[in-house]
């Protein structure tokens, strides 16, 4: 405005004489702070006192009346602003965004036919070229004139990407809605839709997917999708399906383990009876395919990679990394008229560890799992699922192969604000070397509460582990693993995520040498959700 209101000043000091440069300083005091009422009244005066001179100075005259039509349209009277800039170019005053400035009231103003013929001059003196070009295409498209409009709006794309920017996406956009009323009444549209509107509109969508119309592309192109069964929404059984279909997760964790703890075999465990920090690196994708409307599959990749500071053999053999690849797959149906799924999961993992101690990673171990289970919604207040998983597990160490048969049950309970997880399940385990076979029983629960002060997320859980080595009760005893965990969430931006977590573990088990411990790990985890 202020940049304004010197132009203003400037324009007067080339016409008038001292006095009335003193007359328009005040002029453009009162635009500056934008009391226009004031300004107007001003600049009736000074135009009354030059009409009034035996030789009125048409330059004045023009410049006031230009002014009063900038004004005027600032204040949104806009026949009053229109009749001004038609008396300034009576006048023959002519700055170089006067068409602009007299388009836009015209517009305003509904006088659609005019106002495209003084955004074609501000276009002809170069002045806004873009958003000038802009108007013309939109006012072309709403008088019917789509061809003309679509020219209009193209011809944005040849200017200056500077220039451009500040309507290329708003014009790609009305390209998309030109081709889409040109298609809509087709009888193969959904083909023409799917071809060249929706690309359109996505290409619009790529000029700025975080702008102010990027929710307005987006939701014309779901819309699209939604009335040509372009994309499902919605399985037969009513259960929404994934949008995106994709889920990708990065994340970073550093932090301190109090007693790192050596189990390779998953027979034994060594603690280290010191402590180190450590770096986590984790990644997961999955993908989720759709056939049809009553079954998906999704293969999915983890990598997970940990390395741990303290570079001692006690340390450094924990040092590892996992790739674990799956499938997993759905098919849906309905029990009780409520929506529900048969699941079928394998799942394939590979761990490397230096197992050896010689700060190599060396194969350490390898599991194929095999999932059948069904997710339903008996409850009226939460999901369930009950699983069947089996699963072949081969070790670095032969005697350690073993072969492990589970019966889980996960429940959802939803409060207002707050989410219960509840995990149960009883695990068979037969090991190659007899003596550690073991049943166990696993009881776990989170709670997910809700966004605390706009601040962070907390959640708490607490997990218990009763293992009964069948083959070893006269030296272990049962054995009772309790896990209590704290995780305080704090979501930065769109994507990003930054999580605290605390977890304690504590192993009771008569055999204090080989398989109790006791350990802490705190650790810091940011991640990105693309």
Same mark, same amino acid.
């Given at each position: ?10 324009? *007067? ?14 002029? /453009?005091?009162?635009? $500056? ?16 006192? =030059? ?11 023009? #410049? ?6 900038? /004004?005027? $349209? ?32 015209? @517009? ?10 003084? @955004? ?10 873009? *958003?000038? #070009? ?10 019917? &004139? ?10 944005? &794309? ?12 708003? $014009? ?7 081709? #889409? ?20 509109y996505q290409k619009a969508l790529g000029l700025g997917p975080e702008s102010a119309l990027a929710p307005q592309i987006k939701e014309k192109i779901a819309a699209l999708q939604r009335k040509y069964d372009l994309i499902l929404f919605k399985l037969r059984n009513g259960r929404p399906t994934l949008v995106p279909p994709y @889920? ?39 993908? /989720? ?11 999915e990749l983890r990598f997970n990679n940990t390395y741990y500071f303290r570079r001692i053999p006690e340390i450094h053999r924990n040092d590892n990394y996992l790739i674990a690849p799956a499938l997993r797959s759905s098919y849906e149906h309905s029990f009780h008229n409520k929506p529900a799924s048969l699941l079928l999961d ?13 700060? =190599?990673? =060396? ?5 194929? /799992? ?30 350690? &192969? ?19 997880? @509840?995990?149960?399940s009883y695990d068979r385990t037969r090991v190659e070397s007899e003596v550690f076979d073991s049943d166990s029983l696993t009881l776990r629960s989170d709670l997910i509460m809700g966004r605390y002060r706009d601040w962070f997320t907390p959640s708490f859980g607490l997990a218990l582990i009763s293992t009964d080595p069948i ?14 965990? #704290? ?19 504590? +192993? ?5 040498? +080989? ?16």
């Amino acid at each position: 405005m202020k940049l304004v209101a010197w132009m203003l000043l400037l324009s *007067v000091s080339a016409f008038t004489h001292a006095q009335e440069d003193a007359q328009f300083q005040k002029v /453009t005091e009162y635009f $500056s702070q934008g009391k226009y009422n004031a300004t107007v009244e001003e600049l009736n005066t000074i135009e009354a006192q =030059e009409k009034a001179k035996p030789t009125p100075n048409s330059a004045v005259l023009g #410049l006031t009346a230009y002014w009063k039509g900038i /004004t005027h $349209s600032r204040l949104r009277n806009f026949p009053e602003a229109i009749a001004n800039f038609d008396k300034s170019l009576g006048y023959n005053y002519v700055p170089v965004d006067i068409h602009y400035e007299y388009g836009q009231s015209l @517009f305003a103003a509904e006088k659609m036919t005019e106002a495209r013929i003084q @955004f074609t001059e501000s276009v002809k003196k170069k002045h806004k070229r873009a *958003v000038s #070009l802009y108007y013309i295409g939109f006012i072309s498209k709403e008088m019917g &004139d789509k061809k003309k409009a679509f020219t209009f709006f193209k011809a944005i &794309d040849k200017l200056d990407p500077e220039e451009a920017q500040e309507v290329q996406q708003a $014009s790609q956009m009305q390209i998309g809605d030109i081709y #889409l009323e040109q298609l809509d009444n087709q009888a193969d549209s959904f083909k023409a839709v799917e071809k060249y509107v929706i690309p359109q509109y996505q290409k619009a969508l790529g000029l700025g997917p975080e702008s102010a119309l990027a929710p307005q592309i987006k939701e014309k192109i779901a819309a699209l999708q939604r009335k040509y069964d372009l994309i499902l929404f919605k399985l037969r059984n009513g259960r929404p399906t994934l949008v995106p279909p994709y @889920f990708i997760r990065a994340s970073q964790e550093i932090g301190y383990d109090t007693n790192v703890i050596f189990a390779p075999a998953e027979t034994s465990v060594s603690e280290a009876k010191q402590g180190s920090g450590y770096s986590r690196t984790d990644f997961i994708g999955r993908y /989720t395919f759709y056939l049809k409307d009553f079954m998906s599959l999704a293969p999915e990749l983890r990598f997970n990679n940990t390395y741990y500071f303290r570079r001692i053999p006690e340390i450094h053999r924990n040092d590892n990394y996992l790739i674990a690849p799956a499938l997993r797959s759905s098919y849906e149906h309905s029990f009780h008229n409520k929506p529900a799924s048969l699941l079928l999961d394998y799942e394939f993992n590979q761990a490397q560890r230096d197992v050896n101690a010689r700060q =190599e990673l =060396e194969f350490s171990s390898r599991s194929h /799992t095999v999932m059948l289970g069904e997710r339903f919604n008996y409850f009226g207040f939460g999901e369930t699922i009950l699983r069947l998983r089996h699963r072949v597990f081969e070790s670095y160490i032969s005697t350690a &192969d073993a072969k492990s048969t589970s019966l889980v049950l996960e429940q959802i309970k939803s409060f207002r604000v707050n989410t219960l997880l @509840f995990y149960l399940s009883y695990d068979r385990t037969r090991v190659e070397s007899e003596v550690f076979d073991s049943d166990s029983l696993t009881l776990r629960s989170d709670l997910i509460m809700g966004r605390y002060r706009d601040w962070f997320t907390p959640s708490f859980g607490l997990a218990l582990i009763s293992t009964d080595p069948i083959n070893d009760r006269e030296n272990r005893g049962r054995e009772l693993l309790i896990n209590p965990n #704290l995780r305080l969430s704090k979501t930065i931006g769109r994507s990003w995520r930054g999580n605290f977590r605390y977890d304690y573990q504590k +192993n009771i088990s008569k055999d204090e040498a +080989n398989f109790a411990f006791t350990k802490s790990t705190y650790g810091f985890e940011l991640e990105y959700l693309f």
